[in-house]
Structure formats: C-alpha cells, structure tokens
C-alpha cells in the first residue's frame, strides 16, 4: 500500500523507499530469516543449509544441478554449502554410476535424523509470524506467482 508523505518532497512517490515493492520483499525476508535464526541454531543448521535438507527431506538423491534449480542457486553458491553439510556429516555427495559427471547429494543417517527435530521450525513460525496460516498460504502462492513472472523465459 503507498505511504502518502504530508510534507513536501523532492522525489514523486514513485520513488519512495515504502511504495518499493522490492523494499517490501527484502524487509520481509530479513525480518524472515531473523525470525529462523535461533529456532535453526537449535538444529545446528543456517537458513540456507535448512532449505538444502528441506530439499533432501521431500526427495533425497538430487543432482548438483536439480538442487540448484529447486533452490534458484547456482554451482558456485550450492557447493560450498553442500560441502559444509558433508563435513557436517548430513550429507554426502556421489558420483551417479550412471553418469560421472553428476553428483547426487544424499541424505546420511544424521541427515535423515534431523528431519525430526526440524518438524517444529514451521509451527513456530507460523506462531512467530502472528499471521493466520491461511492467509499465509496465501501470501506464499502470490509470491511465488511474482516470482514466476519475474524468472527469465
């Protein structure tokens, strides 16, 4: 919703910082991600080492690639992370018999065990969001709508 100023500004409000749309999602996804932190720190995982295992906990043994894609991650940010979660003991990465040149990322029995622990990261934040869950079922299908008109053809 625009903000309307009372005083004169130099800047038409199209350029307010409160009528970005961009402003919005970015206050949005700190605020988010501040609201993660310490239910994550209590399983010993980042917020994007969560979305990794979120990932791997729906269909374990994803390519680099199909991991990336899943996540709207390249290589180069995927696989320092992954690397972590393998020296973490969650994961391990594995060559495809089938084709050498893909890596498979698994789920190691620590891996699989975490899941558990994790179940009650949404409920909390659901609770922390002060927001009634349909509304925000709603908000996450409007977001992902944006973001598939934004994506590149």
Wanted: charged share 20%; aromatic share 6%; glycine share 4%.
């Amino acid at each position: 919703m625009p903000t309307e100023h009372t005083t004169e500004s130099p800047s038409p409000p199209i350029l307010w910082l409160d009528n970005q749309v961009c402003f919005a999602l970015y206050s949005t996804s700190l605020a988010m991600t501040k609201l993660y932190k310490p239910l994550l720190d209590a399983i010993g995982l980042t917020y994007p080492q969560y979305l990794v295992m979120l990932v791997l906990w729906e269909q374990d043994g994803p390519t680099v690639s199909e991991l990336g894609e899943r996540l709207f991650l390249d290589s180069g940010t995927l696989t320092p992370l992954l690397k972590r979660l393998e020296t973490s003991g969650l994961v391990e990465r594995q060559r495809d018999p089938q084709d050498e040149r893909r890596v498979r990322i698994r789920l190691t029995p620590q891996g699989r065990a975490l899941r558990e622990r994790a179940e009650s990261v949404p409920a909390c934040v659901l609770r922390g969001s002060h927001t009634p869950l349909p509304e925000l079922h709603a908000l996450t299908l409007q977001l992902q709508a944006l973001r598939a008109q934004l994506a590149p053809a």
